[in-house]
């Protein structure tokens, strides 16, 4: 039975969905003004395996990802740029999509970017103007948290002695928790400032918020089964989110709430603001794989912190090395025909720990303590020569299935074999000798295609397999 640590009930509760056997789940996505960190993928990795598991458990699954190309940032970066938001968003974007398929994310069903959603996030504000839930103050259009009353209901955060009106107002996006004061639904702009849009309220541009009710509603209907994003967001973003839907729907909006735990270096939350951050290209650079990076993403649950180090990143790339050597060893092992009844069991059971474990609020390290689990049952069969052939094809397939949530074997790569890396390396030498660089990158390249990466030091080249 599947549960889910749900953040607005604060229990672990099953899940059922609201209609049958499909589910709709919205998870906010990056803002484009820049590459994103791994502090960034660790909450869209959870949002991956959160996906496949549901996939895996046999839901239809319809999934929005946002994308927010407008905000304070992007206008003034594109503005120094002497660029329109979209000539400068275009690039990350096209980046950001890049780094998600080659961390074996898979596509959410719908991607919508909040540029081309204003005129339904428009369509609320004017309901909860007329409603008296929003007002305008100075050619901006602010939400009344006080005429919502349950305000704070997911960060729980008690807001009474706050004040609301002209005198407890925030026009950032981005604000702390003691600051609980009617925010901006909508900007007024300049009439000179490119970015902005025509509204019955004036022109301007939408406060962030807005954005996820919008296409939330708009994709996946006033009430669905799952919202989730980073911790950092669920006060005020999703505060915010509850706010603006409930308040202009008069329905529940999201029923499941779940917050990934942020990333962290010595002990300080990965951030561009920090500047202690790695983005998924930095560490790609330095040589290491993107489904090392994967599994060290997900290797800790979610709701837990997570410290980043390369001697953990190390350490992935080694497990991730094993359990591919694994595979191939058992795929190409000569076996005896027929079972092994005793492996089989055993087997059998590490498929039930996996989803006893996952259904447990998605608790990924005892998932995978599981895949370690029958990988070194079947090492030891394999050693005592008592793992038969119709052991492998369960085995296989077991692994198969772990795979289906996990992505971390990756494409099979053509094996190259150490004696033509090392008579590469040689010609690569001799390529430099004689000064014919075009050749030695040649050859950087050729390996780099095998999954080679070399270093350069200096006592000479070393190599290793990605
Ligand atoms: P942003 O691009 O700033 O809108 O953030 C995109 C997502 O990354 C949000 O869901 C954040 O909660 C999440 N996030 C930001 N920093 C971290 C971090 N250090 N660890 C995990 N998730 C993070
Ligand atoms: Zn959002």
Not at 311 to 329: C, H, N
Not at 387 to 392: K, L, P
Request: glycine fraction near 8%.
């Amino acid at each position: 039975m599947l549960k889910f640590h749900n953040t607005l009930t604060n229990n672990l509760e099953e899940f059922q969905p609201l209609d049958g056997n499909d589910v709709k789940m919205y998870v906010c996505g990056p803002t484009v003004w820049s590459f994103a960190h791994i502090g960034n993928f660790r909450t869209f990795v959870f949002g991956d395996v959160l996906r496949r598991y549901l996939k895996y458990k046999g839901y239809n699954l319809t999934h929005v990802f946002n994308l927010t190309d407008v905000d304070d940032r992007i206008i003034n970066e594109a503005k120094k740029a002497g660029k329109t938001i979209d000539e400068f968003t275009a690039p990350f974007i096209e980046a950001f999509w890049e780094d998600f398929d080659a961390l074996g994310l898979e596509r959410p069903e719908i991607a919508p970017r909040a540029t081309q959603h204003v005129a339904e996030m428009i369509q609320i504000i004017e309901t909860l103007l007329e409603n008296g839930r929003a007002y305008e103050s100075d050619g901006s259009i602010y939400y009344r948290i006080a005429a919502f009353p349950d305000y704070g209901k997911l960060s729980k955060i008690n807001f009474a002695g706050n004040v609301s009106g002209a005198s407890g107002r925030v026009d950032t996006d981005k604000y702390d928790k003691e600051n609980a004061n009617d925010f901006a639904l909508w900007k007024l702009v300049d009439a000179d400032e490119p970015t902005g849009w025509d509204a019955s309220f004036g022109r301007g541009r939408p406060g962030w918020h807005i954005e996820c009710s919008a296409m939330a509603i708009k994709y996946l209907g006033e009430t669905f089964d799952l919202h989730a994003g980073g911790v950092d967001l669920k006060f005020p973003h999703h505060e915010n989110e509850i706010a603006q839907s409930e308040g202009a729907t008069g329905k529940q909006f999201a029923k499941v709430w779940l917050h990934s735990e942020h990333l962290k270096v010595e002990g300080e939350t990965m951030s561009k603001t920090a500047g202690n951050y790695f983005t998924f290209r930095d560490l790609i650079e330095k040589g290491y794989a993107a489904t090392a990076i994967r599994y060290l993403l997900f290797s800790v649950p979610y709701h837990k912190q997570l410290n980043f180090t390369f001697e953990t990143l190390d350490g992935a790339e080694q497990t991730i090395a094993r359990l591919r050597d694994f595979r191939k060893r058992l795929q190409e092992a000569n076996l005896p025909d027929g079972i092994n009844t005793d492996l089989e069991g055993k087997v059998r059971g590490f498929l039930a720990d996996f989803e006893t474990a996952m259904d447990d609020n998605l608790n990924t390290s005892v998932a995978l303590a599981a895949l370690h689990n029958l990988v070194r049952e079947t090492n030891t069969a394999m050693a005592h020569e008592v793992a038969c052939t119709e052991d492998r094809s369960l085995i296989l397939h077991i692994i198969d299935k772990f795979e289906a949530v996990f992505g971390i074997f990756g494409e099979p790569q053509e094996e190259i074999l150490d004696s033509e890396i090392e008579n590469l390396i040689e010609e690569r030498r001799a390529a430099r000798r004689n000064r014919n660089f075009a050749r030695s990158d040649e050859i950087r390249d050729l390996l780099s295609e095998k999954g080679i990466v070399l270093e350069d030091t200096k006592d000479g080249v070393r190599w290793k397999r990605k």
